[in-house]
């Protein structure tokens, strides 16, 4: 099942000469419950791709279908309940809320729905983040792989369409990193959860059920 | 320039905002310095010219001293200058029509003595001879003699003397059988007589000269001449080096012997310090000291109002108050001052955390960063410092032009002195500099410290505990989660808003106290001048002149008057019925006091029958009879055991009861017998905010005249309720300007221009500390919202729209403007109580809520906040989110 469209996708940055062409008239699809590796050289405009994605930035021109809707006809603050609802995002420097502790962070998109937090289904994530001991603690008295996990936990939280994750071991070591990508695995399978990842290891990448490769904002494969 | 400055320079430039309103904060602290002190040395050196223009330019006057004692004084090293009169003596002024001034009074003045003695000429020039001489105006107004410029007079000069030999001065009035009692007429009592006949003082030992009248001066000040002075002031020239007898110096010490005044004044007079220090404080002296004091060499004067003002002898209230005042006044604009700049400096080294962990990570030493921050505090006090001086001296300048328009009317043509307090601006500079300079310094060992790569990761600012941030579940309840964000983020950055919330409880106590302050003082003037049922009183105590009253009260344009004749009457004190808080005003036991005396009153036939028309009563029956306005005010002591102001009555009347009772004058004695007609506290035209313990007894006209005394009075007033008062004051000066006129608008309106000034002031101060405290403000929230952005991008991405986002960054507006609210009004009330108690004391009023103040504040807090954080979300809400995120992620 089609769960994600891109039609003719295009970022251009800056005008006339200073023109950059970030992402250049993309097009793809992804199936609900895949498992997709986005990678490229850096400044290829695979993160500038996730964020058209994960509507959190707007593209120049082309379609984004998410379960056969077109994100882009969406205003602004529909467009932020869309992403609230739909999208999960991991970003490499995790920016988590740092006067919010773990549970609050973790919950923060379902209090900004004003949805009632379901107690078991939040308790079962801590668990499977391996955070039921650091649940009342603040992100800076977590190590970087743990404040990686709580950001996993809010993008997952609110059971959304697709998870995009922007580099999310790149300021991790090599462990951290295994750990990460294991959560990302294993929610794919538990949740049947659509990842799109970003990464700049291929190790990492191979792990995927489908690389798309982007060079100079095409895809190339 | 070493890179590193130029970095400084370049972020100052980057930062343009920030740094504007950070040097706005320094310019308007250094100049509100400035200005204070300003105003103060401005004022002080007007009261000093003003006291050397009208008492004489000198601090001490040596009086008779012997001509060949006059060297030491000249050549004393503490004497900065001098100047030396001479009393020649009386002479008879046949002419004179004003009996209570029947001689002139001849003195000569050498050249610096007629500049520097606050003599102003009038007409025609100062006496350059020994055969010239000036005379006083009062001679012609006054005197009614009509000498003028060119006139040949000669006079015969003399000593003059009383009848026991005793020589007599100017401060000793003419002494004749027409000296009257003298009345106090409050109660009415008789506080001095003199009982000399007529032609008590001669002169004797004349000479004979003639002089040429070569200008015609002002009457002399009070010192010289005093009001009751039997001489007019003429006055020759005196030649130093033809000076016989004894004459009179005047010093001027030099500013350092001013600081030790006493001990040098009494070296010269020659007795010890302590005794005259303590005759000058006004202190009772021992037998012995008194002893000591005779012993002086000559008899010497201060001149009080000059030596107040220049050594700064603060016994005087008003001046200590005044000087209180600035110092409590500079206390707060540098406690705020020290806020706002310190907390500009922190702000800015938060910001540039990073850059410095960068610099130190490129080999940077701590020094250099140290350095480096301070080079920034120097570049901001070198542009913040001289405008704010500059500023401060201006607005000194405006302040006393508006001052002189303002109070044009108080001011009887004083002008304003404009002095650059040198002094103060150094003061001023300095202060502005320390307080820069330690706010740098803390900031400075704070960037010198940092570690390059805490820094970059600027992790600094977000140690923080987790029981720090406890919030109520009843916040989230409420207001969401935004709300529990912004509950939380006012917790997280405590300290930083510490200086926030300090400046705006600063700002709305003051300002809530200021407001009530001029409530009282508009409240107060309008009981003291709007209750009063007429806008003119003229009085007169001249017989002759009762019937230019009559004559006023027929000016045009007046709606009422009352033309009212005061008798003084006695009785013995023991005939009096009191009643029980009477006997405790005049206790009839206490043995001291035996008469009573009370004034009986006519009110003017028209006032007098409205009046009774008001009572009920019928001319026909009134007018053989007294109505009685028996209404005092004393203080009585309740049951708590406070003593509080009380209207009681004195008396134990009833009508029908009869007085018997006195008068007396020169001549004769005369009986009369009172019959009660009625006890009232009504009052009639003029008299209704008067309370008299001894009672106001009204008659009739009729009666006066039956009893034969209409002629009897001590005093006439006359009351006019008028539309245009100016028009009739005018008027009424025309047909004498002799009166004695007061003109109740006139009064008022000069009273509330005074308040008006003050008003400016202090309305003036409270700006300028609220705009201190606003440039505070701006940059802590401002720099906050920046430090945050990175968060609130985080925030939109996981999903939240701009309309909760503004939402949750007004509540946190409002969370700390009602933080600072709800302490800040509390004080403010609290201030505003204790000013209510301090004008309580002198007037009867409630406490007023200052609702008005407290308004203004909470929506110009709200208001304010608000303001700055809608400028920061614009800017906020136009960043892009992906761009804020990544922005720091190197």
Request: glycine letters at 6%; proline letters at 2%; charged letters at 25%.
């Amino acid at each position: 099942m089609e769960i994600l469209r891109v039609e003719n996708l295009t970022k251009k940055y800056g005008k006339g000469e200073n023109e950059v062409v970030a992402v250049n008239n993309v097009s793809f699809s992804v199936n609900k419950g895949e498992f997709i590796a986005i990678v490229g050289s850096s400044g290829s405009g695979k993160s500038t791709l996730l964020h058209l994605l994960g509507g959190v930035d707007r593209p120049t021109s082309g379609k984004v279908l998410i379960e056969g809707n077109n994100i882009y006809e969406l205003n602004d603050d529909q467009l932020a309940i869309f992403r609230r609802r739909q999208v999960g995002l991991i970003y490499q420097f995790y920016n988590l809320i740092p006067i919010l502790n773990v549970e609050e962070n973790i919950t923060l998109p379902c209090d900004l729905d004003g949805k009632k937090v379901n107690k078991q289904d939040l308790n079962d994530l801590l668990k499977t983040l391996g955070l039921e001991n650091r649940v009342k603690h603040l992100p800076n008295e977590l190590s970087g792989g743990q404040q990686q996990r709580v950001s996993i936990g809010r993008a997952l939280m609110n059971h959304p369409a697709i998870l995009l994750a922007d580099e999310p071991t790149g300021n991790l070591d090599s462990k951290a990193s295994d750990e990460i990508v294991e959560l990302l695995k294993i929610s794919n399978k538990k949740y049947h959860q659509t990842v799109i990842m970003i990464t700049h290891n291929l190790e990492i990448a191979k792990q995927a059920d489908r690389v798309i490769r982007i060079e100079d904002g095409k895809i190339i494969n | 320039m070493s890179i590193l400055n130029k970095l400084t320079i370049t972020n100052l430039k980057l930062n343009k905002k920030r740094t504007a309103v950070t040097i706005v904060g320094i310019i308007l602290a250094t100049a509100l310095i400035t200005a204070v002190s300003g105003l103060a040395t401005s004022f002080r050196r007007t009261m000093i010219e003003e006291a050397r223009q009208t008492d004489g330019n000198y601090h001490y006057e040596f009086q008779n001293v012997p001509v060949e004692e006059l060297k030491y004084l000249k050549n004393n090293r503490n004497i900065e200058s001098y100047y030396i009169t001479q009393n020649k003596g009386y002479s008879i002024l046949k002419e004179s029509q004003n009996e209570y001034k029947p001689y002139l009074y001849l003195m000569a003045y050498n050249e610096r003595a007629l500049t520097e003695s606050s003599i102003k000429l009038i007409e025609g020039r100062m006496p350059q001879n020994e055969n010239e001489i000036v005379i006083s105006e009062h001679i012609i107004s006054n005197g009614k003699v009509n000498y003028k410029v060119g006139d040949k007079l000669s006079i015969d000069v003399g000593k003059r003397e009383a009848k026991d030999g005793v020589e007599l001065y100017q401060n000793n009035p003419f002494q004749n059988d027409n000296s009257e009692e003298m009345l106090d007429y409050q109660t009415g009592a008789v506080v001095e007589s003199t009982t000399e006949t007529k032609n008590s003082e001669k002169i004797i030992n004349t000479t004979t000269k003639t002089y040429t009248i070569v200008g015609i001066i002002e009457r002399p000040n009070r010192t010289i001449e005093p009001y009751s002075a039997p001489g007019y002031s003429v006055i020759t020239y005196l030649d130093e080096s033809n000076l016989q007898g004894k004459a009179n110096f005047y010093a001027l010490y030099n500013s350092q012997a001013l600081s030790n005044r006493y001990q040098i004044t009494s070296n010269i007079i020659g007795i010890s310090e302590e005794v005259y220090k303590n005759s000058e404080q006004g202190k009772k002296l021992t037998t012995e000291e008194l002893q000591e004091f005779a012993k002086a060499r000559y008899v010497v004067n201060e001149n009080g109002y000059l030596l107040s003002y220049e050594a700064l002898n603060l016994s005087s209230s008003n001046l200590s108050m005044i000087y209180n005042l600035c110092i409590i006044v500079i206390g707060i604009i540098i406690v705020t001052s020290i806020f706002c700049i310190r907390n500009s400096f922190a702000i800015s080294i938060t910001e540039k955390m990073k850059q410095y962990g960068m610099l130190a990570s490129v080999g940077a030493t701590s020094k250099q960063i140290k350095k480096n921050v301070f080079y920034e505090a120097f570049i901001l006090s070198v542009i913040g410092i001289p405008l704010g001086v500059l500023g401060g001296m201006f607005a000194v300048f405006v302040l006393l032009k508006i001052i002189e328009i303002i109070l044009s009317e108080n001011l009887n043509g004083l002008h304003f002195i404009f002095e650059i307090p040198w002094l103060a601006i150094v003061v001023a500079v300095i202060l502005s500099l320390i307080t820069i300079l330690l706010s740098a310094r803390k900031s400075a060992k704070r960037a010198g410290k940092v570690s390059p790569i805490e820094a970059i990761r600027s992790n600094e600012d977000i140690k923080i505990k987790s029981k720090k941030l406890k919030t109520p579940k009843i916040v989230k309840k409420l207001f969401g989660i935004g709300g529990e964000i912004s509950y939380k983020n006012l917790k997280r950055n405590r300290k930083k808003y510490r200086t926030t919330v300090i400046s705006i409880v600063v700002s709305v106590s003051i300002f809530i106290a200021m407001s009530s302050f001029m409530n009282y003082a508009f409240k107060t003037a309008d009981v003291y001048y709007g209750q009063k049922d007429y806008n003119i009183m003229i009085y007169t105590d001249n017989k002759e002149k009762y019937g230019k009253l009559q004559e006023t009260s027929k000016i045009e344009g007046i709606n009422k008057f009352s033309l009212q004749k005061k008798i003084s009457v006695q009785t013995d004190i023991e005939k009096i019925k009191f009643s029980e808080d009477g006997k405790k005003i005049y206790p009839v036991n206490a043995g001291k006091r035996t008469s009573f005396s009370f004034q009986m009153l006519t009110l003017g036939k028209e006032e007098y029958e409205r009046y009774l028309k008001e009572l009920g009563l019928s001319y026909e029956k009134a007018k053989d009879k007294v109505i009685l306005i028996d209404d005092a005010i004393t203080y009585v002591t309740n049951q708590k055991g406070n003593s509080v102001l009380t209207k009681v009555q004195t008396f134990n009347y009833q009508p029908g009861d009869k007085i018997e009772a006195k008068h007396i004058n020169k001549k004769d004695e005369k009986n009369i017998t009172l019959e009660i007609i009625k006890v009232t506290d009504q009052k009639p035209m003029g008299l209704k905010q008067r309370y008299q313990s001894n009672g106001v007894w009204i008659v009739s006209e009729e009666w006066l005249e039956k009893n034969g005394l209409e002629n009897e009075y001590d005093i006439a007033n006359l009351y006019i309720d008028c539309n245009d008062a100016d028009q009739v004051e005018e008027n009424a000066k025309k047909i004498d300007k002799d009166l004695y006129i007061n003109n109740i608008e006139a009064t008022a309106r000069a009273n509330n221009a005074l308040w008006l000034v003050i008003a400016i002031f202090l309305y003036g101060f409270i700006t300028v500390i609220s705009l201190i405290g606003i440039t505070n403000i701006f940059n802590t929230i401002t720099t906050n919202m920046e430090l945050r952005s990175k968060e609130f991008a985080n925030l939109k991405s996981i999903g939240m729209t701009t309309k909760e986002f503004n939402r949750m960054i007004r509540l946190e507006s409002i969370f700390y403007g009602t933080k600072s609210l709800i302490i800040g009004v509390p004080i403010g009330i609290g201030l505003s109580y204790a000013i209510y108690k301090a004008f309580a004391e002198s007037e009867e009023m409630g406490f007023i809520f200052p609702t008005s103040g407290l308004v203004i504040s909470v929506l110009a807090v709200f208001v304010l906040v608000a303001g700055i954080m809608k400028y920061s979300l614009n800017k906020i809400n136009k960043q892009n989110i992906i761009e804020t995120i990544r922005k720091d992620n190197i």
